[in-house]
């Protein structure tokens, strides 16, 4: 499973955004995913493995993995879904 995919499912399946939100990342589903970063550093906030596994991990090319390591799945998205929108508003995106 790529970053891409794992996205996708996550803003569907998961209960982080009400129906708006979700239609409007869906939308702009390829800037959200440029826009989230999978730094080991971001990821370890909200995972349970060590800042050196995720490094491995997201060096390896297993973004996804990484990210499936989130025990507060819903805060990351928020989180990025907060960011992206204020990056909208700024003009940055």
């Known amino acids: 499973m790529t970053k891409?995919?794992?996205?996708?499912?996550?803003?569907?399946?998961n209960?982080?955004?009400?129906?708006k939100e979700q239609e409007f990342l869906l939308k702009n589903f390829?800037?959200?995913n440029?826009?989230?970063k999978?730094?080991?550093e971001i990821i370890y906030d909200y995972s349970d493995l060590?800042?050196?596994?995720l490094r491995v991990l997201i060096n390896n090319g297993?973004?996804?993995?990484a990210m499936k390591s989130m025990y507060n799945l819903n805060g990351f998205l928020r989180m990025n879904f907060e960011a992206f929108?204020?990056?909208i508003a700024m003009g940055e995106i």
């Open 30 to 32: 390829d800037k959200f």
């Open 50 to 53: 060590s800042i050196q596994g």
């Open 15 to 19: 209960h982080a955004f009400i129906k």
């Open 38 to 40: 999978t730094d080991a």
């Open 62 to 65: 297993l973004e996804a993995d």
């Open 34 to 36: 440029d826009f989230v």
């Open 4 to 13: 891409y995919d794992f996205l996708k499912e996550a803003i569907t399946k």
């Open 85 to 87: 929108c204020i990056a």
